[in-house]
């Protein structure tokens, strides 16, 4: 009997144990070959994805004139006008799609965009803009910085070539720089050309922090551009697309002839291409407007 049970046993424990040692065997080597082929293909997806998200985009040409519609004025609308505005629901629509992009617009989109191209979303053109297709450029209403008289560039810009650069940060002021610095040196003593800079700060505690430092700023702009620098408040919020201003954190230059029509514009830091037509339309606005006729060059304001 005991002899029986010997024999028995030791079969049995044969049995079990080469499944045990199998089966444990088997998933351990299946779950290591998982991890060597799945593991290596996730780091490569991953390496992918981050050389996409980093690589720049090519910056795309401007494609359409930049300004508004209508003709610039320094009047104050009246109580009459700003009510048939309200009713206008064509205007209303058109502010409400507005207010409706602004709220999906992340605060630090701006930004963000400073990372790709250092935020240029759109190349200035290599030519002037027609003057049947150009836009005008909106009347901005400001504190000069040279005696703090109030100014607007609709009557400051009219019957001259102007540069106007919008300044809203300290690294704006670099892209000014980039665009007008050889234009100065060239077209500075033209009687017909003149340089406007607008220091454009829209939020309150900005703007009540650059009214503190006026003499620091005064002690940096040269004396013979102080008269043509203006410190403004203006909400720009409405003709901001309009005028392509898209990222409040860059610098925009615009170049408006004597009838205050938008001629060519650039944004951020200047390329070499870009420096050169600026000052290839400057020379060439300024040869029209000394060709022309004298009633025309000496006529009055469009609007007051």
Same mark, same amino acid.
């Not at 829209?202 to 505690?205: K, S, T």
């Not at 040869?287 to 060059?297: D, E, Q, S, V």
């Given at each position: 009997? *005991?002899?029986? *049970? ?12 080469? *499944?045990?040692?199998?089966g ?28 996409t ?6 910056i ?24 048939k505005?309200?009713?206008?629901r ?40 027609r003057?049947?297709k ?28 102007? @540069? ?35 220091n454009?700060q829209?939020?309150?505690?900005k ?20 008269s ?7 909400n720009?919020e ?5 005028l ?27 390329k070499?291409?870009?420096?050169e ?6 020379? @060439? ?18 609007v007051?």
């Open positions: 009997m *005991l002899s029986a *049970l010997r024999s028995v046993q030791p079969a049995r424990t044969l049995r079990r144990q080469p *499944l045990r040692r199998h444990a065997r088997s998933l351990s080597y299946s779950h290591v070959m998982w991890q060597e082929e799945a593991k290596p293909a996730t780091l490569d997806k991953t390496v992918k994805t981050e050389k998200e980093d690589k720049p985009l090519p795309p040409p401007l494609s359409r004139p930049l300004g508004v519609p209508e003709v610039p004025t320094t009047r104050e609308k009246t109580l009459a006008e700003k009510g505005e309200i009713l206008d064509e205007k209303q629509m058109e502010k409400r799609r507005h207010l409706v992009k602004e709220a999906s617009t992340g605060y630090f989109q701006d930004l963000h965009m400073t990372r790709f191209n250092g935020g240029k979303t759109w190349m200035a053109p290599s030519v002037l803009i003057e049947d150009a836009l005008y450029f909106p009347n901005i209403k400001g504190v000069r910085l040279d005696n703090g008289a109030a100014q607007h560039t609709t009557n400051l810009c009219h019957g001259k070539i102007s @540069v106007i650069s919008m300044l809203t940060t300290k690294i704006s002021e670099y892209h000014a720089e980039s665009y007008t610095s050889r234009l100065n040196k060239m077209y500075g003593d033209h009687s017909s050309f003149q340089h406007v800079h607008i454009l829209e939020n309150i505690l703007s009540l922090l650059v009214n503190i430092f006026l003499t620091s700023l005064r002690s940096k702009v040269p004396p013979e551009q102080q043509n620098y203006l410190i403004s408040r203006q720009m409405y003709v901001r697309e309009q392509g201003m898209v990222n409040s954190r860059i610098g925009y230059t615009y170049l408006v002839d004597d009838k205050l029509k938008v001629r060519w514009a650039a944004c951020a830091d200047a070499p291409e870009e420096e037509a600026l000052v290839r339309g400057v020379g @060439v606005l300024l040869k029209r407007f000394k060709n022309r006729p004298a009633a025309k060059t000496e006529a009055s304001p469009p007051i």
